[in-house]
């Protein structure tokens, strides 16, 4: 209609009318693009602020994995500083058990991954630009992006240093496989180790593992355990440092989490 009037203000020349219904023609585009960008603007900052919710909850997950990397390393130090001793008593049936069960468990590893799907999505989805503050999202990418070497490092720990020398080490011992049990050890592992313990132990027949073990019992001389001493100081010191990298992860995730609260709240 406006256009019907404005192209024949133009056939009368009545220019003073035209200019009116073009600024009311270019007004009215200019306001609609206006309107256009501010919902698009109010939608990009609710997604921002749904997405950085997720995150938030993703790193307070990740917090409580790594916290229970911790206490898993933590644990292992233990072991291996424990069984300094059992190995310096005489020769008995609980020695040998203690060692057995020791040993065995000191051949256990924990994986760490840092698994965030929010942060995923992110990626995947091309929209890591809606994180406004450019400070925040360099943040983000930067603990993501470099939490992915810090796996690749106790990965390389675990598969070198346990499975590699320790484990190694043992089998040709001939340790065997032993079931741990808490009264014979006189400890309780951390709750998530010994619910798989408990698994373990319900889901195979114990004969099939509890073999061998000679060594424990009458080694052929010192020396023998003299490297198995040398074994755990090397075990004890891969747990003391995936523990340092858990620790020093964690602590970044802490800071990241605190970030995006900060942010949201100033928002707010």
């Known amino acids: 209609m406006i256009l019907q009037r404005l192209a024949n203000s133009i056939r009368k020349q009545d220019w003073f009318t035209v200019f009116i219904e073009t600024l009311i023609v270019v ?82 590893r924990r994986t760490m991954r840092i698994d965030s799907p929010t942060f995923l999505d992110l990626q995947g989805s091309g929209r890591l630009g809606l994180v406004s503050d450019p400070d925040l999202r360099s943040a983000i990418l930067s603990y993501f992006f470099g939490m992915q070497r810090w796996e690749a490092v106790i990965d390389k720990n675990n598969e070198f240093f346990v499975d590699n020398s320790f484990n190694t080490f043992t089998d040709d011992l001939s340790v065997g496989y032993w079931f741990w049990d808490e009264d014979v050890m006189n400890l309780t592992p951390p709750a998530f180790v010994s619910l798989i313990l408990k698994q373990r132990r319900e889901g195979v027949d114990p004969r099939l593992l509890e073999a061998g073990g000679a060594v424990l019992q009458s080694p052929p001389d010192a020396a023998v355990w003299d490297e198995v001493r040398t074994r755990l100081g090397k075990r004890a010191s891969i747990a003391i440092a995936n523990e340092s990298i858990a620790s020093n992860v964690r602590d970044e995730a802490q800071a990241v989490e605190k970030q995006i609260t900060a942010y949201l709240e100033a928002r707010n």
């Open 27 to 108: 007004l009215g585009v200019f306001l609609g693009l206006q309107v256009n960008n501010w919902n698009a603007g109010r939608a990009n900052r609710a997604m921002e602020t749904t997405y950085l919710e997720l995150l938030r909850r993703d790193l307070r997950t990740i917090v409580v994995d790594l916290e229970n990397q911790i206490e898993f390393e933590q644990f292992q130090v233990r072991l291996a500083n424990d069984a300094v001793s059992i190995i310096e008593q005489p020769p008995s049936e609980l020695r040998k058990k203690q060692l057995g069960m020791t040993l065995t468990q000191l051949g256990a």
